[in-house]
């Protein structure tokens, strides 16, 4: 199949790497405001470039993955499936839910997938630990633990444009925690500070949170999120249930150091960057999206997946800023 790419900065290069590697895709046509950037994918990949995306979706693409940054999302989205072109698009959908919530409106009704991308819903551990969650073998649960912590914050332009950290980072915390338990989220209590970067505060954010939220069935999730984890990009779960209970990320490359004696666990150099974390998750999330292009499966994650953590994300800003507990049904109704 032939693969459009809209947008190659940072993950929208990584992005063509992984798509120039798979069996299922024999061409590539990109695009990205920065000629320069567009011309060097082109040389790396031997993909064709195309001036702008109505021209990549001119160029007898059968799907587009959208790289480019959160305002472009909106627009372009809609334009491949006005063209009948499958897309996937990172997270998030806009830069805004209210946006979000009109993307959906406007393809709503058409037979065009789309995948948003969360790629945790990809990666091994995860992919476990739903297996057993629905399958019965922990028994009720009663807490989960979800864990987001980066090496070192982003820049400042970055902050700035985000939406904050519970939009931008928990968010990932959020969708998995759905995904994983197969539940919704009804009330969310948040807190947050600044210990760093002043840049942080000044953009009327956190640099460190924790959201206890309230499932539907009674399960409490307990998110923790920090930019600053000197040690190392840290992604974990941790599922409790009345019968047994496991956890996704603790391995050899795990960010945290024991101080028990004679325990040497873990035994390797720590994780420093998402995308070594999953490295994996994204092939495979790029996998998929090649079932969805050749309509072997439908969307792994729908816009309408991506918003229900977008909504959680709402209500966590919300909390934070009014120092209360605030129910998802608010958000949805303001």
């Given at each position: 199949?032939?693969?459009?790419?809209?947008?190659?900065?940072?993950?929208?290069?990584?992005?063509?790497?992984?798509?120039?590697?798979?069996?299922?895709?024999?061409?590539?046509?990109?695009?990205?405001?920065?000629?320069?950037?567009?011309?060097?994918?082109?040389?790396?990949?031997?993909?064709?470039?195309?001036?702008?995306?109505?021209?990549?979706?001119?160029?007898?693409?059968?799907?587009?993955?959208?790289?480019?940054?959160?305002?472009?999302?909106?627009?372009?989205?809609?334009?491949?499936?006005?063209?009948?072109?499958?897309?996937?698009?990172?997270?998030?959908?806009?830069?805004?839910?209210?946006?979000?919530?009109?993307?959906?409106?406007?393809?709503?009704?058409?037979?065009?997938?789309?995948?948003?991308?969360?790629?945790?819903?990809?990666?091994?551990?995860?992919?476990?630990?739903?297996?057993?969650?629905?399958?019965?073998?922990?028994?009720?649960?009663?807490?989960?633990?979800?864990?987001?912590?980066?090496?070192?914050?982003?820049?400042?332009?970055?902050?700035?444009?985000?939406?904050?950290?519970?939009?931008?980072?928990?968010?990932?915390?959020?969708?998995?925690?759905?995904?994983v338990t197969?539940?919704?989220?009804?009330?969310?209590?948040?807190?947050?500070?600044?210990?760093?970067?002043?840049?942080?505060?000044?953009?009327?954010?956190?640099?460190?949170?924790?959201?206890?939220?309230?499932?539907?069935?009674?399960?409490?999730?307990?998110?923790?999120n920090s930019?600053?984890?000197?040690?190392?990009?840290?992604?974990?779960?941790?599922?409790?249930g009345f019968?047994?209970?496991?956890?996704?990320?603790?391995?050899?490359?795990?960010?945290?150091?024991?101080?028990?004696?004679?325990?040497?666990?873990?035994?390797?150099?720590?994780?420093?960057?998402?995308?070594?974390?999953?490295?994996?998750?994204?092939?495979?999330?790029?996998?998929?999206?090649?079932?969805?292009?050749?309509?072997?499966?439908?969307?792994?994650?729908?816009?309408?997946?991506?918003?229900?953590?977008?909504?959680?994300?709402?209500?966590?800003?919300?909390?934070?800023?009014?120092?209360?507990?605030?129910?998802?049904?608010?958000?949805?109704?303001?």
């Amino acid at each position: 199949m032939r693969i459009g790419i809209l947008g190659l900065g940072r993950i929208g290069a990584f992005h063509a790497e992984t798509l120039s590697g798979l069996d299922a895709v024999e061409s590539l046509v990109v695009s990205d405001p920065f000629a320069d950037a567009a011309k060097a994918a082109a040389e790396r990949f031997g993909a064709q470039v195309a001036d702008s995306p109505e021209a990549v979706l001119a160029a007898g693409v059968d799907g587009v993955v959208v790289a480019a940054a959160t305002d472009a999302h909106p627009e372009l989205i809609v334009a491949c499936v006005e063209a009948g072109v499958p897309v996937f698009c990172e997270k998030p959908v806009a830069r805004t839910i209210a946006e979000g919530v009109e993307v959906l409106k406007a393809v709503a009704g058409r037979d065009v997938p789309v995948q948003i991308g969360f790629n945790r819903r990809f990666d091994a551990g995860f992919v476990a630990a739903r297996a057993a969650v629905r399958s019965g073998e922990l028994g009720t649960l009663h807490t989960v633990r979800s864990t987001t912590l980066d090496p070192a914050p982003p820049p400042a332009a970055y902050v700035a444009a985000s939406g904050g950290i519970f939009r931008d980072c928990s968010v990932h915390d959020f969708d998995i925690i759905r995904w994983v338990t197969g539940r919704e989220v009804t009330e969310v209590y948040a807190a947050g500070g600044n210990r760093g970067a002043a840049y942080i505060k000044e953009a009327d954010d956190a640099d460190t949170t924790g959201a206890v939220l309230t499932l539907d069935d009674g399960t409490l999730a307990v998110v923790s999120n920090s930019r600053h984890n000197g040690r190392g990009y840290d992604v974990r779960m941790e599922i409790h249930g009345f019968a047994d209970s496991i956890a996704v990320g603790l391995e050899d490359k795990l960010p945290l150091r024991s101080v028990e004696p004679g325990v040497t666990f873990p035994a390797g150099v720590p994780h420093d960057f998402f995308m070594d974390r999953f490295t994996d998750a994204y092939r495979a999330e790029l996998l998929a999206f090649t079932e969805v292009v050749a309509g072997s499966r439908p969307s792994p994650c729908t816009i309408e997946d991506a918003l229900e953590a977008g909504w959680i994300a709402e209500a966590c800003t919300l909390s934070l800023h009014e120092h209360r507990p605030v129910t998802l049904e608010e958000v949805r109704r303001a």
